[in-house]
């Protein structure tokens, strides 16, 4: 089959994302695919520059913001006239962040009639937007740490969620543009930081607890995974720095609450309307209690990102993951195919 993975991007998780597109590009190689690796930023990449991607990694900080997605601009033609890129018979979205995984890119691609793999527009607009997922979240039973939107006076936080809070962008990932604010002194300067987000900023209660997250797949959820990280929250670099995160598959916990958290992240999927594959990640308190963050429409995929792991628990390594979740998007579109002609 021919595949053009589709990576890069101008979010500031583009180092995230073309680590995650050199890797499925091999792995996708691996078993016996056509395949090219596309930046939405720059075109195709070579066989050196995917290799330099794959030695490398991700870097201790985000890049710097400059880059222009020119499939997010409109010009489709950047990517369906390419010789090598355009004429796939699959496009399998490696994208994290931003316009790549917020509903933008999967509307414009789903006009030229490919099959492209993971979540589609409505899906992806729901779980990247922290707000509104969240409100479904409580609206649907499942507990979510409570949370005020905007510039909150210090009184409000107070009042309703005390310290400390966990200052973020409502449409962030990676845990990037993250903050824990401890008490009424950080909370000043943590505010003025947030104004250079450049988006809706949600301030959300703190749970103290283990974390936790269960990757979904076809329909079923994985094993549980536990992270433990350095840092007081699993950061941007907690996530990509070796040794700053431990990363338990299967997670050391009795089967009552691995079971709680993977029916859970099944219902999550579904509330979201995601397709094919998500992760979901939460949090367990010292009552036991199991609180949602947030679901990933496109979680990392380097073979020791955390859906690859759960997926390895299960006994699935990376290059069939990998192909797994290609076959998913082929079965989809064949299906969307017979429903349009009345099959």
């Given at each position: 089959?021919?595949?053009?993975?589709?990576?890069g991007?101008?979010?500031?998780?583009?180092?995230?994302?073309?680590?995650?597109?050199?890797?499925?590009?091999?792995?996708?190689?691996?078993?016996?695919?056509d395949?090219?690796?596309?930046?939405?930023?720059?075109?195709?990449?070579?066989?050196?520059?995917?290799?330099?991607?794959?030695?490398?990694?991700?870097?201790?900080?985000?890049?710097?913001?400059?880059a222009?997605?020119?499939l997010l601009?409109?010009?489709?033609?950047?990517?369906?006239?390419d010789?090598?890129?355009?004429?796939?018979?699959?496009?399998?979205?490696?994208?994290?962040g931003?316009?790549?995984?917020?509903?933008?890119?999967?509307?414009?691609?789903?006009?030229?009639?490919i099959?492209?793999?993971?979540?589609?527009?409505?899906?992806c607009?729901?779980?990247?937007?922290k707000?509104?997922?969240?409100?479904?979240?409580?609206?649907?039973g499942?507990?979510?740490?409570?949370?005020?939107?905007?510039?909150?006076?210090?009184?409000e936080?107070e009042?309703?969620?005390?310290?400390?809070?966990?200052v973020?962008?409502?449409?962030?990932?990676?845990?990037?543009?993250?903050?824990?604010?401890?008490?009424?002194?950080?909370?000043?300067?943590?505010?003025?930081?947030?104004r250079?987000?450049?988006?809706?900023v949600?301030?959300?209660?703190?749970?103290?607890?283990?974390e936790?997250?269960?990757?979904?797949?076809?329909?079923?959820?994985?094993?549980?995974?536990?992270?433990?990280?350095?840092?007081?929250?699993?950061d941007?670099?907690?996530?990509?720095?070796?040794?700053?995160?431990?990363?338990?598959?299967?997670?050391?916990?009795?089967g009552?609450?691995s079971?709680?958290?993977?029916?859970?992240?099944?219902?999550v999927?579904?509330?979201?309307?995601l397709?094919?594959?998500?992760?979901?990640d939460?949090?367990?308190?010292?009552?036991?209690?199991?609180?949602?963050?947030?679901?990933?429409?496109?979680p990392?995929?380097?073979?020791?990102?955390?859906?690859?792991?759960a997926?390895r628990?299960?006994?699935?390594?990376?290059?069939?993951l990998?192909?797994?979740?290609?076959?998913?998007?082929?079965?989809?579109?064949?299906?969307?195919?017979?429903?349009?002609?009345?099959?």
């Open positions: 089959m021919r595949i053009t993975v589709v990576t991007g101008e979010s500031d998780e583009r180092d995230v994302s073309l680590a995650s597109g050199c890797q499925v590009a091999a792995a996708l190689r691996a078993r016996g695919h395949v090219v690796a596309f930046d939405t930023v720059r075109g195709v990449l070579t066989a050196a520059e995917e290799a330099h991607v794959r030695q490398h990694g991700v870097g201790r900080t985000p890049p710097a913001p400059g222009r997605d020119r601009a409109g010009d489709l033609a950047f990517l369906r006239n010789p090598d890129a355009g004429s796939a018979d699959l496009w399998f979205l490696a994208l994290h931003g316009g790549g995984e917020d509903g933008r890119l999967q509307a414009l691609l789903g006009t030229l009639g099959p492209v793999t993971g979540s589609g527009m409505v899906g607009a729901l779980a990247m937007d707000e509104i997922s969240k409100r479904l979240f409580r609206d649907a499942i507990a979510t740490p409570d949370w005020l939107m905007g510039e909150p006076s210090m009184a936080v009042e309703r969620l005390g310290w400390p809070v966990v973020k962008a409502a449409c962030g990932g990676s845990s990037l543009r993250l903050e824990l604010v401890h008490g009424p002194d950080e909370w000043p300067g943590a505010v003025e930081r947030s250079s987000f450049g988006d809706r949600i301030v959300e209660g703190f749970v103290r607890g283990r936790f997250t269960v990757g979904v797949l076809d329909g079923e959820a994985l094993p549980v995974g536990e992270i433990v990280p350095e840092n007081e929250l699993f941007y670099e907690c996530k990509y720095q070796p040794g700053m995160a431990a990363e338990i598959f299967p997670a050391d916990i009795d009552h609450l079971e709680r958290m993977r029916r859970l992240a099944l219902r999927h579904d509330l979201l309307r397709e094919d594959y998500s992760r979901v939460f949090l367990v308190d010292d009552a036991g209690e199991v609180w949602c963050l947030e679901a990933n429409t496109l990392g995929m380097t073979a020791n990102s955390l859906l690859p792991r997926a628990a299960a006994g699935i390594e990376f290059p069939e990998c192909d797994r979740i290609a076959s998913l998007a082929l079965a989809r579109a064949a299906r969307n195919l017979d429903s349009d002609a009345g099959v």
